[in-house]
DNA sequence: CTGTTAGCGCTTTCAT
DNA sequence: ATGAAAGCGCTAACAG
């Protein structure tokens, strides 16, 4: 869509040749004492500076990326806004974008594929020096376009050591890995999960996987599996819970839950039911959201470094951005956080 | 900054040129062709379009907004990303936006007048085709150099009837005042309030000024407020309930709280306490988070039209993009939400 | 150090 | 209906 002309400001803003005009210079000289560039001399450059700033001289940066065929533009995109996973990241890499100057156009995907790919297309019209995107789920299409347009590209959250270009996640089968090693140390020998329907998540279901994996190990496969259709909720957690629970069969003596909030919705559903968390039941969350500072107690989970790993990406993308030879993909670890949900560590 | 050329994608991306010289017509031809404007023949139009779709051409955006002096960015900041406040603001903008063909320039200001002038600054730069900004509060220097770029301009959340230029929100005093009329008519006499230091969060003052509005009316001064000077936050609304309902004095025989979180952290302290809610202590909340959907007890809370919000800001700022005449301030209703924390209401 | 000359990729304007 | 010329505001490349 293009704006009329006639609603944008007409021939007020500031431009270069103005400043040049009052500085009694060519208009390259201002462009030169703008970029602090070399090829001036201090006291022009001063100069130049100081009759910018009183005529409120701003340099245009269309015309900047026209002329230079760069921006200082990050395309980035999550799939959604709720639940502090990705906020926490893009706290993280506007930091690193800040400080290096780039501005952010955004998009909120809503986990749709389609969604993504449109606005990739409308992106890639801005000629942006970098994106981000989430996960490394994305349409054939869409991977067509980002390839042609050869502009350095960051999957984010996920990982994968063959990403289509760079990088920065967690490795969720090994933090589900890890976690079960961590509780069949505990002694757990009867575990369950709740999650939501499989595929809606697939970073969930590699977790699913790691833990099975690890628990598997002691001859403890997941006898209760239960899943949602819902999103993965307070809500959802306590009424996927109360099935569970309410299922005949033998109870599970820890529940693996797809996160923090699910866990939470289930651990507020056995106090309600009167069953003794850790004692009778265990409770196990992911990614070590907020909620946990007001659960009455404080859920055993893992915590993903998520504004380090926005960080991080950002910081490697810019590099990539500059001209520099990067590593392509890097796995960050999650940290297991004890809390009053499971059973002490046995000495 | 300036991104070296040489780490950009060299010569590669097509342009109207390349269209038309497959096409065997002018560039003009194909420009007229991809906006969809009159002066071409419906047939060599259709022609254009195949060739420009089968050489992945997507007009260069930098390009066509320094040629149009028009632009499809808009600028959009927010304080936080916490809370689900300004996500579902953001939320209801971006699908007026998206339909309208607009990206967006993404700014978290993290409640820093300072950050939020730094990033419009640059925002100008780019010569966004609008603004939104969150709150009516901004550094002055910030509002000078709105103010000379003549870029449509929106402010949303609060609610003012003299705007800078454009204004969505809810009239804050005016939802405070309605809750206090609510819970005077449910016959309480002795309100305390929850909140955070005063001057922190305006809005929020606004709201007590409200309700002390309404009790004042019926003799019913605020006899207990308690300000954290923390985050208004599970945890901190919590602490300060406990203090307060520790504090000697008369009880309150309902607390107001600063949002539904800092109430649900009261709701938390009070049922760990013995308290019981809403016979002994009635609680009411702001906003009409989505905590309260885990909450043991709902919580009566005024419910602000969030999502409903950034849509009619979207559109009202699209309208005077276009060149609408359109109303320049608008105030959404709050409604509220009768919850398990107040006494029902008296017939 | 300074200025001049060409563009960047597209649209506007004005011919034809 | 079509195209040629003239920019949009700035920077790269080259001259002095």
Redesign the interface.
């Known amino acids: ?9 007409r021939g ?2 500031v431009k270069i040749e103005d400043v040049a005009e009052k500085a009694g210079v060519s208009i390259m000289s201002v462009s030169r004492a703008m ?1 602090d560039v070399e090829g001036i001399s201090v006291k022009k450059r001063e100069q130049i500076i100081k009759i910018a700033r009183e005529l ?1 001289y ?9 002329a ?6 990050i395309g ?1 995109s999550v799939p959604t ?2 639940g ?1 996973v990705f ?1 926490e990241i ?2 993280g890499m ?1 930091k690193s974008f800040d400080k ?9 995907t809503e986990y749709s594929k389609d969604r993504e790919e449109a ?1 990739v ?7 942006p ?1 970098g994106i981000i995107l989430s996960g490394i789920d994305h349409n054939e299409s869409t991977v067509t ?1 980002l390839t ?5 590209l960051l999957e984010i959250w996920d990982y994968t050591p063959n990403p289509l270009d760079l990088c920065v996640g967690v490795d969720h089968f090994d933090a589900g890995k890890k976690m079960g090693q961590y509780l069949v140390g505990l002694g757990y020998q009867t575990p369950g999960y709740v999650g939501v329907t499989a595929g809606l998540d697939t970073r969930a279901d590699r977790r699913l996987e790691g833990l099975q994996y690890s628990f598997l190990e002691k001859s403890c496969p997941f006898h209760s599996i239960h899943r949602s259709n819902q999103a993965a ?3 959802s957690g ?1 009424q996927t819970t109360k099935k569970m629970v309410e299922a005949s069969g033998r109870r599970p003596d820890v529940i693996c839950y797809l996160n923090d909030n699910m866990a ?2 289930g651990l ?1 559903y056995l106090e ?1 039911a009167g069953i003794d968390c850790p004692n009778e039941i265990g409770i196990v969350g992911y990614n070590g959201l ?1 909620i946990n ?2 659960s ?1 107690k404080r859920i055993t989970t893992s915590i993903t470094p998520r504004v380090a790993m926005g960080e991080i990406a950002a910081q490697l993308l810019i590099a ?4 520099a030879n990067t590593e392509t993909a890097m796995a960050l670890k999650v940290t297991i956080e004890q809390g009053q949900t499971t059973k002490s560590q046995i000495a």
């Open positions: 869509m293009i704006i009329p002309s006639h609603s944008r400001s007020k803003a970029r409120g701003y340099p245009n940066r269309v015309a900047v990326s026209l230079a065929s760069s921006s200082n533009l980035v806004l709720f502090t906020t893009y706290i506007r290096a100057g780039f501005s952010t156009i955004f998009d909120v606005w297309e409308r992106l890639i019209a801005w000629r020096a376009k042609k347009a050869r502009i350095p909720s307070f809500e306590f939470f919705g507020m309600r907020n500072s007001v009455p990539k951005i500059l001209g």
